[in-house]
């Protein structure tokens, strides 16, 4: 019996700058991303508008962001970048990764904003390697610290992120606002 990823294309990973693959993008980014994926910066940013609940409009967020990145790259100093993986000529796997431009920590750092992967690739190393691949572009100009973050019920991304050798350094907590009712914890015994 022969070996069925002998017959498979090999992966490849770069920077993409290609506009014709914005529809690609746009599709994988949107069809494999659950409520669950949603995190404090999709909340504070324009994809959702609550925990566990997507904009009616994030195609057209999503498009955008994509579009910009398309556009980036490193020889212009522009802080977001988009990653792909590639088997043949199939995008199985896409990474948005933003830089920090100002320069203000004690560290260089980036963020690894998404990582998106085709169903079908999920669990095969490719997740590992464009994480890597990343990881090892970023080293290779200076950046010291990759920083990412996951939704708090999206389990399986945090086990894969940690079995990567990422560590929690906080937890994110929301409280809203507009609430017509206050609901305050009276554990601590501030209020007589």
Same mark, same amino acid.
């Given at each position: ?28 980014? *949107? ?11 999709? $909340? ?15 195609? =057209?967020?999503?498009? /955008? ?5 398309? %556009? ?8 977001? $970048?988009?990653?792909? &993986?590639?088997? /043949? =000529? ?14 203000? &920590? ?11 992967? *085709? ?8 997740? %590992? ?7 090892? =572009?970023?080293? %290779? ?9 996951? /939704? ?10 940690? /079995? ?11 409280? =809203? $606002? ?15």
């Amino acid at each position: 019996m022969k070996n069925a990823q002998a017959n498979s294309p090999a992966i490849s990973f770069s920077w993409c700058h290609d506009a014709t693959a914005e529809e690609t993008l746009c599709k994988l980014y *949107l069809d494999n991303v659950s409520a669950d994926y949603i995190s404090h910066s999709e $909340l504070q940013g324009e994809r959702a508008d609550a925990p566990g609940n997507w904009r009616a409009d994030l195609p =057209e967020v999503i498009r /955008g962001e994509i579009r910009a990145a398309l %556009s980036h790259d490193w020889a212009h100093g522009d802080s977001t $970048l988009l990653a792909v &993986a590639t088997s /043949g =000529e199939t995008i199985v796997g896409m990474a948005l990764v933003s830089i920090d431009t100002r320069q203000r &920590a004690s560290k260089s750092f980036a963020a690894l904003d998404d990582l998106v992967l *085709l169903p079908s690739v999920r669990g095969s190393g490719i997740g %590992s390697q464009l994480v890597e691949w990343v990881a090892d =572009e970023l080293r %290779s100009h200076g950046i010291a610290r990759l920083f990412l973050e996951c /939704g708090a019920h999206n389990l399986t991304a945090q086990t894969f992120f940690q /079995g990567r050798g990422f560590k929690q350094v906080s937890v994110v907590m929301l409280r =809203e $606002l507009d609430a017509m009712t206050s609901a305050v914890d009276d554990k601590d015994g501030d209020r007589g």
